[in-house]
Nanobody, 126 residues
């Protein structure tokens, strides 16, 4: 089992920045790819960003490319999401997830992840 706890959400004005953190406990953190997803009210959960086990590869949704940066610190068992130039449409609950497999090392869809955090709210005001 892997337990994930997100933090860093909050209310920010459009154009501002936030840094989300996700701390993992349980099994060996570096064995898992990590992803960030978000879900806005009335919408399905969507992929935001993912990072490989070593941190050497990263993937982003087109909607956040160039504004968000995913990173990880395997020594601290933590994954981060730096969010810059935030827009009102970024408003959502943000979830981190741990997963990956031999067939798909760094998934970009939710079914590829086995463990999920409880989420943290990000609200961007216009």
């Amino acid at each position: 089992q892997v337990q994930l706890v997100e933090s860093g959400g909050g209310l920010v004005q459009a154009g501002g920045s936030l840094r989300l953190s996700c701390a993992a406990t349980g099994r060996i953190f570096s064995n898992y790819a990590m992803g960030w997803f978000r879900q806005a009210p009335g919408k399905e959960r969507e992929f935001v960003a993912a990072i490989s086990r070593s941190g050497g590869s990263t993937y982003y949704a087109d909607s956040v490319k160039g504004r968000f940066t995913i990173s990880r610190d395997n020594a601290k068992n933590t994954v981060y999401l730096q969010m810059n130039s935030l827009k009102p449409e970024d408003t959502a609950v943000y979830y981190c997830a741990a997963g990956g497999s031999k067939l798909l090392a760094t998934p970009t869809t939710a079914p590829g992840y086995n463990y999920w955090g409880q989420g943290t709210q990000v609200t961007v005001s216009s």
